[in-house]
């Protein structure tokens, strides 16, 4: 089967260059790396973003070269190479590769429907003809060198602790392999970290704390309280993020996606077949019962006014993806989670210690709830495209691509003018402005967005950087409390 497109229009990522030049300039030596640029016309990748895409021809070329300089010119270094590039991608997908060990079918599958076409920039560049528990029959229709193929088809193997026999019949690569007996087992903690999105607790757990100090201040703490407001917002947090997952599947959101990121895509475990979808579901509704065991006790312990806030909360992650509502189909998802893990939280954690209103907790609320809400409306960048065919149309996917990074400042800019203003007209208290040594770390956030707003990869740094921000603000926030409250004992 020829390639779908021509050597001359075929691509790979600059990424590539960078792991060749990272390796073997030093064992070619800095003239010799020069000769080898001037031989094969080599893009100019050192001022390359990684996720930008070079001509395929003078990569090849370059592999080539260093096979014939460093090898004995048989391919063998090829290999090598290639096993390189699949480590590369192996360190940035630790969590994946631990829940796949002892799964090179599943790990080939990602490989052919993910990972090959991102990096050569096509969706055509490998198709899977037969799959199997014990081997693989597929096609690799691109300009890369044979030798680098293979290499390929085996790291992905190796990865998880198989060794792989690659031979080409025709157009078709069949692979086989054998499970190494040292190989671990899957990793079913990576698993629930990925289903779960456990790194990602720090929306609701920020919260919490930030309501609960308010109430410390005020001269209201109960320690089993705040354990269970946090266990009870932990909860219906995990089971917001899964069945956000099973409901993104059903949409087929997540399956016209192309390039999922750390930050954005879904879990992936639908999509890549660790869980099936009725899994899915079944454990979001789990973890919302947890949740709901947590509330109820509370409503005993507290009164019928803690129920609002549970079930205002539960709502908005639940019609966040839900059909028929689906908020964030419509535009308004961002501003539901604002809500609900910023106002809702702070006000219900603050209320279960103090039992009453307090306009200080409302307004501190108010930058965690943008924050988070600009966390979501990040994530939304590297997905503007899939979503937007798949008819998600998030506010990201609405806005003109410039106005979209603006309303992006607009929503960290509010959250500081927020704190600012609470403690000029002596709402929140002085040291809650603490807070506002986070604004350098949003600052370069913001600036990675307007360089990198179309480059998927190339932006996860500005979206860590939103959820650190979040997170220490947040904290910088519960801290000021902390040391507020101490005032009561001066």
Not at 33 to 53: H, K, Q, S, T, Y
Not at 145 to 163: Q, S, T
Not at 289 to 298: E, I, K, R, S, W
Request: aromatic content about 12%.
């Amino acid at each position: 089967m020829p390639a779908s497109k021509s050597v001359e229009e075929q691509t790979v990522k600059a990424s590539s260059w960078h792991m060749l030049f990272g390796i073997y300039r030093v064992r070619l030596g800095a003239d010799g790396w020069e000769e080898l640029e001037r031989a094969v016309g080599a893009p100019p990748f050192i001022e390359m973003d990684p996720d930008e895409n070079c001509p395929i021809a003078p990569f090849n070329e370059a592999v080539s070269l260093i096979d014939g300089r460093l090898g004995t010119g048989d391919g063998a270094l090829i290999e090598e190479i290639s096993a390189a590039s699949v480590d590369g991608w192996a360190s940035m997908s630790g969590n994946l590769v631990q829940q796949l060990q002892g799964r090179p079918d599943k790990m080939i599958e990602i490989f052919c429907t993910e990972v090959h076409p991102y990096f050569l920039n096509d969706p055509t560049a490998s198709k899977i003809v037969e799959s199997a528990p014990d081997h693989f029959v597929l096609r690799l229709d691109n300009g890369l060198l044979e030798d680098f193929k293979v290499g390929l088809l085996r790291g992905f193997c190796d990865i998880v602790g198989a060794d792989a026999e690659v031979t080409r019949r025709g157009d078709e690569y069949h692979v086989t392999w054998r499970v190494r007996a040292e190989s671990p087992k899957p990793s079913r903690w990576a698993l629930f970290v990925n289903a779960t999105r456990l790194p990602f607790l720090t929306a609701s757990v920020v919260p919490v704390f930030v309501g609960t100090a308010v109430a410390w201040k005020d001269g209201f703490l109960t320690a089993p309280l705040f354990l269970l407001a946090f266990f009870g917002a932990a909860f219906f947090h995990i089971g917001a993020n899964v069945i956000n997952d099973y409901f993104d599947h059903t949409s087929g959101v997540d399956e016209a996606n192309l390039s999922p990121t750390p930050f954005s895509g879904g879990s992936r475990l639908i999509q890549r077949g660790l869980l099936e979808p009725k899994s899915v579901r079944n454990l979001a509704l789990l973890f919302y019962a947890l949740g709901a065991l947590m509330g109820f006790v509370l409503v005993a312990l507290r009164g019928w006014q803690v129920l609002v806030f549970g079930i205002v909360g539960f709502a908005l992650g639940w019609i966040y993806t839900s059909p028929p509502i689906r908020l964030v189909h419509r535009g308004v998802g961002e501003f539901a989670i604002g809500l609900a893990f910023g106002p809702v939280i702070v006000m219900g954690s603050y209320w279960v210690q103090a039992m009453r209103w307090s306009n200080e907790a409302m307004l501190a609320s108010v930058p965690v709830g943008l924050l988070i809400a600009a966390v979501l409306y990040i994530n939304e960048f590297p997905d503007r495209r899939w979503d937007d065919g798949a008819g998600k149309r998030t506010l990201v996917a609405r806005l003109p691509i410039q106005a979209a990074v603006i309303g992006y400042g607009m929503l960290v800019g509010m959250a500081y003018l927020t704190i600012v203003a609470g403690v000029v007209f002596r709402v929140l208290s002085i040291p809650a402005l603490l807070a506002l040594f986070t604004m350098p770390a949003a600052w370069k956030a913001y600036n990675l967005l307007r360089r990198y707003h179309s480059l998927p990869y190339r932006l996860i740094p500005a979206n860590a950087g939103t959820i650190f921000t979040h997170l220490t603000t947040g904290m910088l926030l519960f801290f000021g409390y902390v040391i507020a409250g101490f005032g009561r004992f001066l």
